[in-house]
């Protein structure tokens, strides 16, 4: 083994030692921050007719780097983009969707170009995966419906139950 190869490997022990250390207090006070304040809205907007506040299993925690919530577009008369807008309207900084399309539907994976135009995985026989013809209907759902509200540890309590009386309000404008 070469010299530059043990020092290759020390690095990489190191990167993931460090991806395993305990996070350090000022991550870890805005992280908790950020739950807190998405567990906060989650509770504002939960049993809301038309809406589908994000869920966070019971073992599991969330630190929230923005809210994502689903709108129920057979109980509104609304579509996202509508909903998204009138929440805007309402002083909530807010965005219809994430991405457009699930990340199967991009270029680089209809196309298999993922190294200058090669997918080595395929071309060693290590998999026959064509994404051209990837399905996944609930996270092309997921999209279509979602409405994502910016969250952050500088925000405070008072705009977060300013938001979910928001999102209540909207929905019931809304509701079918």
């Not at 207090?25 to 939960?46: F, K, M």
């Not at 928001?166 to 019931?172: L, P, S």
Request: hydrophobic share 35%; with cysteine; proline share 6%.
């Amino acid at each position: 083994m070469t010299r530059e190869h043990r020092m290759d490997r020390r690095a990489l022990r190191s990167c993931n030692s460090f991806s395993i250390s305990p996070v350090p207090p000022a991550l870890r006070n805005s992280s908790s921050q950020g739950a807190r304040l998405g567990n906060l809205l989650t509770q504002g907007i939960a049993g809301t007719p038309g809406i589908t506040p994000h869920q966070v299993h019971t073992d599991d925690r969330c630190g929230y780097w923005f809210y994502f919530f689903r709108i129920q577009s057979d109980r509104l008369r609304a579509t996202r983009d509508e909903f998204a807008k009138a929440l805007a309207a309402e002083g909530v900084e807010c965005s219809p969707g994430y991405i457009p399309v699930p990340l199967y539907g991009n270029p680089v994976f209809q196309q298999h170009g993922f190294f200058a135009g090669r997918w080595p995985v395929r071309e060693f026989g290590l998999t026959t995966m064509d994404y051209s013809k990837a399905s996944c209907p609930e996270a092309e759902a997921i999209l279509k419906t979602g409405i994502r509200i910016t969250i952050h540890e500088g925000m405070n309590e008072a705009y977060i139950e300013s938001a979910a009386r928001a999102v209540r309000k909207v929905a019931k404008f809304y509701a079918a």
